[in-house]
């Protein structure tokens, strides 16, 4: 009996490690510590300007916040094991940091070490730095209402009704500083974090996504009043929108993100207006295919920095992030082009995993790359009728019904293996109530959802 339950647990691990492989490989990183670290160095990279001039204190209390934003980010990476063999590295960069902010060196000495020192965390950790999906900026500024009005205004200008009673004032959204440095993933830790010495809070109670809805809205702050021809913002977005990626969007500043579209596209400031403001139509679909091409260059990214185990993670969630969902629909159009794909994204996994080298690699990821390009435009260009959406729909309750099979098969067998045979009874009786209770609800769906839209109304 024990070896057959035995086999049936260690079933359920394999298909948990198929179905949620970000689980099973996981990061050895303590997300937390890094985005501390990530966030102090941040802080010091941006505002060490405001403590420090020609070699003189111009704010005592700003400069002595940056000798402890500094100390405290190399005291988390000494305490943590994050960074594996390249703890010691790390720690002599941030030595150097405090060394030169107690010399009085210059803003851009700082700020250029203080970067190198972020980026490199991030590329030894593999930690998130933008979403998963496209934030939704209406619901960012419901967010924005609800916790950061009252003190940085209607139009994100640092002015709210409580402004006037805190010290430091709270921060203009609108400035040229920020515009300058500030990224939406630096938004991102400062809302989950706070800002010690201030009375910017954390706010742990939100979601990631909340949290980076909520940053997304705050960078559209500065352009939120130069939706004037929306067609035409949205011509200069779907024009953009394939050639950029989400994580180039979170994790740079307006001022990086306008120098980087400049060297692409011409009417770079109405792209980045665009970008700043719009979200793809048909979110879902558009937001997972780009999603597949973010962990695309990412595990590009970490195969070049020789870090296989997180290219090879980044190439598989990919697919399973990015591909998978939308995969049903895109057969339904062209199975042979969704065959041509699997096989694509199936090579790079296998160019990295056989250790093909970085131009092997490369290739690969661009001929998937330009392969989801053209899964985009297959998608956008298909209209949904009647038999697509049946078709859809249909493949939905197979899959789910699949799995709910599955679960019972499996507590069914613990149940005889155990010898509790009066809780068959209940089992049976179980799925049979969720089933009458399903057929109860289609046959009243037409009711909920006109009862729904009378009371949102």
Same mark, same amino acid.
């Given at each position: 009996?024990?070896?057959?339950?035995?086999? &049936?647990?260690?079933?359920?691990?394999?298909?948990?490690?198929?179905?949620?492989?970000?689980?099973?490989?996981?990061?050895?990183?303590?997300?937390?510590?890094?985005?501390?670290? &990530?966030?102090?160095?941040?802080?010091?990279?941006?505002?060490?300007?405001?403590?420090?001039?020609?070699?003189?204190?111009?704010?005592?209390?700003?400069?002595?916040?940056?000798?402890?934003?500094?100390? /405290?980010?190399?005291?988390?990476?000494?305490?943590?094991?994050?960074?594996?063999?390249?703890?010691?590295?790390?720690?002599?960069?941030?030595?150097?940091?405090?060394?030169?902010?107690?010399?009085?060196?210059?803003?851009?000495?700082?700020?250029?070490?203080?970067?190198?020192?972020?980026?490199?965390?991030?590329?030894?950790?593999?930690?998130?730095?933008?979403?998963?999906?496209?934030?939704?900026?209406?619901?960012? /500024?419901?967010?924005?209402?609800?916790?950061?009005?009252?003190?940085?205004?209607?139009?994100?200008?640092?002015?709210?009704?409580?402004?006037?009673?805190?010290?430091?004032?709270?921060?203009?959204?609108?400035?040229?500083?920020?515009?300058?440095?500030?990224?939406?993933?630096?938004?991102?830790?400062?809302?989950?974090?706070?800002?010690?010495?201030?009375?910017?809070?954390?706010?742990?109670?939100?979601?990631?996504?909340?949290?980076?809805?909520?940053?997304?809205?705050?960078?559209?702050?500065?352009? /939120?009043?130069?939706?004037?021809?929306?067609?035409?913002?949205?011509?200069?977005?779907?024009?953009?929108?394939?050639?950029?990626?989400?994580?180039?969007?979170?994790?740079?500043?307006?001022?990086?993100?306008?120098?980087?579209?400049?060297?692409?596209?011409?009417?770079?400031?109405?792209?980045?207006?665009?970008?700043?403001?719009?979200?793809?139509?048909?979110?879902?679909?558009?937001?997972?295919?780009?999603?597949?091409?973010?962990?695309?260059?990412?595990?590009?990214?970490?195969?070049?920095?020789?870090?296989?185990?997180?290219?090879?993670?980044?190439?598989?969630?990919?697919?399973?992030?990015?591909?998978?969902?939308?995969?049903?629909?895109?057969?339904?159009?062209?199975?042979?082009?969704?065959?041509?794909?699997?096989? /694509?994204?199936?090579?790079?996994?296998?160019?990295?995993?056989?250790?093909?080298?970085?131009?092997?690699?490369?290739?690969?990821?661009?001929?998937?790359?330009?392969?989801?390009?053209?899964?985009?435009?297959?998608?956008?260009?298909?209209?949904?009728?009647?038999?697509?959406?049946?078709?859809?729909?249909?493949?939905?309750?197979?899959?789910?019904?699949?799995?709910?099979?599955?679960?019972?098969?499996?507590?069914?067998?613990?149940?005889?293996?155990?010898?509790?045979?009066?809780?068959?009874?209940?089992?049976?009786?179980?799925?049979?109530?969720?089933?009458?209770?399903?057929?109860?609800?289609?046959?009243?769906?037409?009711? &909920? &959802?006109?009862?729904?839209?009378?009371?949102?109304?």
């Amino acid at each position: 009996m024990m070896k057959r339950i035995g086999s &049936i647990i260690a079933w359920m691990m394999f298909v948990w490690i198929i179905i949620f492989p970000q689980h099973a490989i996981g990061q050895t990183a303590d997300p937390g510590s890094v985005q501390t670290v &990530i966030h102090l160095l941040s802080y010091v990279s941006m505002d060490y300007a405001m403590a420090v001039e020609n070699g003189n204190v111009i704010d005592k209390q700003e400069y002595e916040e940056q000798v402890e934003f500094a100390r /405290q980010a190399y005291e988390l990476v000494n305490e943590g094991q994050f960074l594996g063999e390249n703890k010691n590295k790390v720690l002599d960069q941030l030595t150097t940091l405090r060394n030169l902010i107690n010399k009085k060196s210059t803003s851009v000495e700082i700020s250029r070490i203080a970067d190198a020192i972020k980026h490199d965390i991030i590329r030894i950790t593999g930690v998130a730095t933008a979403p998963k999906t496209w934030p939704d900026i209406r619901n960012g /500024q419901s967010l924005y209402i609800a916790n950061c009005l009252t003190c940085h205004g209607e139009k994100g200008d640092g002015n709210g009704p409580l402004a006037g009673e805190l010290e430091p004032a709270p921060t203009n959204f609108l400035g040229a500083e920020l515009w300058n440095k500030f990224s939406p993933y630096q938004g991102f830790n400062t809302i989950k974090l706070g800002v010690q010495g201030t009375s910017m809070r954390g706010f742990p109670e939100l979601t990631d996504q909340e949290v980076w809805d909520l940053a997304f809205y705050i960078k559209s702050l500065p352009y /939120q009043g130069q939706l004037k021809d929306s067609l035409a913002l949205r011509q200069e977005f779907n024009q953009i929108n394939p050639q950029i990626s989400l994580n180039e969007l979170a994790t740079l500043s307006d001022k990086t993100l306008m120098d980087t579209l400049s060297t692409r596209f011409k009417n770079a400031r109405q792209k980045l207006v665009a970008v700043r403001l719009l979200a793809p139509e048909g979110n879902n679909i558009n937001a997972s295919l780009t999603i597949s091409t973010t962990n695309l260059k990412e595990a590009l990214a970490a195969y070049t920095a020789g870090n296989k185990t997180l290219a090879r993670t980044k190439a598989l969630n990919a697919y399973l992030e990015g591909i998978e969902p939308v995969e049903a629909r895109l057969r339904t159009l062209n199975s042979k082009f969704v065959l041509d794909l699997e096989g /694509q994204m199936l090579n790079v996994r296998q160019a990295i995993e056989k250790d093909k080298g970085q131009k092997v690699v490369e290739e690969e990821v661009q001929q998937a790359v330009a392969m989801i390009s053209e899964a985009n435009e297959i998608l956008k260009g298909q209209k949904m009728n009647y038999w697509l959406t049946f078709i859809l729909a249909t493949s939905i309750m197979l899959r789910e019904g699949l799995e709910a099979f599955l679960v019972l098969a499996v507590v069914l067998a613990l149940i005889k293996s155990s010898g509790i045979r009066k809780a068959i009874p209940w089992l049976h009786g179980g799925w049979m109530t969720a089933v009458l209770m399903g057929g109860i609800g289609w046959f009243l769906s037409d009711y &909920i &959802i006109q009862f729904g839209g009378k009371t949102g109304k």
